[in-house]
């Protein structure tokens, strides 16, 4: 009897190769890498530089003022904060806070209104929105004034949050509706049949899938309003309201500054922007990047 052999082949099993050239190191890589580790060295060394000038003495500022310090001197933050600083620093708290919920209470109503419901003049405001990040504040700085004055308001807090808020308001609007457009309709509709109300389904349904968005949005806000010198030095006269870019003016004095003191302040002021966008950079990501294909 002749034997019945299987002819069937046999696979080797083993893992895909490799490709190593994606790997490799071109010219153009080099390149690339190369100009961003400059820029990142002229980013961050004025930072560094800041700091370093903050630990020094007011003699060795001027004496090595490239070098580091002899000896840090960190008493020079608690002398900071005491002469002012911690008033500044709250009052900034307080007025980006400030900031922060009133264009983003305004934005989201006019986001929710522009996308899902049509009315006559909704290209006209959508459109005015945009022309809002075109308008500089140097420009509008008189009539702003003016404008002031006549509702009463210099020398608060509202003489801050409230053109803090408009100048904020188109880049909030644009952004918040982009994210909006990009959450199917069909949540709108199934909260309609659950009985819900409009503001119910703005509160239930798209605030809670817009959080990536907002917190975008609110470090933009915040980034802003922390910085802003221009307003808070013109619109605020008094010390006690002032915040921490104009309060640094203090620092300085016709005839003697201590450099060491404004940059002790200067380091201080900046801390929580540089931490808030360290521990928010994924979600400052992620928001600007969901929903950018619609608009």
């Given at each position: 009897m002749k034997?019945?052999?299987?002819?069937?082949?046999?696979?080797?099993?083993g893992f895909?190769?490799?490709n190593?050239?994606?790997?490799?190191?071109t010219?153009?890589?080099?390149?690339?890498?190369?100009?961003?580790?400059v820029?990142?060295?002229?980013?961050?060394?004025p930072?560094?530089?800041?700091?370093?000038?903050?630990?020094?003495t007011?003699?060795?500022?001027?004496?090595?003022?490239?070098?580091?310090?002899?000896e840090?001197?960190?008493?020079?933050?608690?002398?900071?904060?005491?002469?002012?600083?911690?008033?500044?620093?709250?009052?900034?708290?307080?007025?980006?806070?400030?900031?922060i919920?009133?264009?983003?209470?305004?934005?989201?109503?006019?986001?929710?209104g522009?996308?899902?419901?049509?009315?006559?003049?909704k290209?006209?405001i959508?459109l005015?929105?945009m022309?809002g990040m075109?308008f500089?504040?140097?420009?509008?700085?008189?009539?702003?004034?003016?404008?002031?004055?006549?509702?009463?308001?210099?020398?608060?807090?509202?003489?801050?949050i409230?053109?803090?808020?408009a100048?904020?308001?188109?880049?909030?609007?644009?952004?918040?509706r982009?994210?909006?457009?990009?959450?199917?309709?069909?949540?709108?509709?199934?909260?309609v049949?659950?009985?819900c109300?409009?503001?119910?389904?703005?509160?239930?349904?798209?605030?809670?899938?817009?959080?990536?968005?907002?917190?975008?949005?609110?470090?933009?806000?915040?980034?802003y309003?922390?910085?802003?010198f221009?307003?808070?030095i013109?619109?605020?006269?008094?010390r006690?309201?002032?915040?921490?870019p104009?309060?640094?003016?203090?620092f300085r004095?016709?005839?003697n500054t201590?450099?060491a003191?404004?940059f002790?302040?200067?380091?201080?002021?900046?801390?929580?922007?540089v931490?808030?966008?360290?521990?928010?950079?994924?979600?400052?990501?992620?928001?600007?990047?969901?929903?950018?294909?619609?608009?």
């Open positions: 034997k019945v052999t299987c002819s069937v082949k046999k696979k080797k099993i895909p190769k490799f190593s050239s994606r790997n490799q190191w010219l153009g890589t080099v390149i690339i890498l190369f100009f961003l580790l820029y990142f060295v002229l980013v961050i060394y930072l560094i530089w800041m700091i370093l000038s903050s630990l020094k007011e003699r060795e500022f001027f004496r090595n003022i490239w070098g580091f310090p002899a840090f001197q960190w008493e020079n933050y608690s002398k900071a904060w005491s002469m002012g600083i911690s008033d500044y620093f709250l009052n900034s708290v307080f007025v980006t806070a400030c900031t919920a009133t264009t983003i209470s305004i934005a989201v109503l006019a986001a929710f522009l996308v899902l419901y049509d009315f006559k003049g290209n006209l959508l005015l929105g022309g075109m500089s504040a140097q420009v509008a700085l008189i009539p702003l004034y003016r404008v002031i004055q006549n509702l009463r308001i210099h020398d608060t807090y509202w003489a801050m409230l053109p803090y808020t100048f904020r308001m188109s880049i909030s609007l644009l952004l918040i982009s994210y909006f457009l990009s959450i199917p309709r069909e949540m709108y509709e199934s909260g049949i659950d009985g109300s409009s503001l119910g389904i703005l509160y239930h349904i798209y605030l809670p899938m817009s959080k990536p968005i907002l917190l975008t949005v609110s470090i933009l806000i915040a980034y309003s922390w910085n802003e221009l307003f808070s013109i619109f605020i006269d008094s006690a309201l002032k915040t921490i104009s309060g640094l003016m203090v004095d016709a005839l201590d450099y003191l404004l002790a302040g200067l380091t201080i002021s900046a801390l929580p922007m931490l808030l966008f360290i521990l928010m950079q994924k979600q400052f990501i992620r928001g600007l990047s969901s929903g950018a294909v619609k608009g």
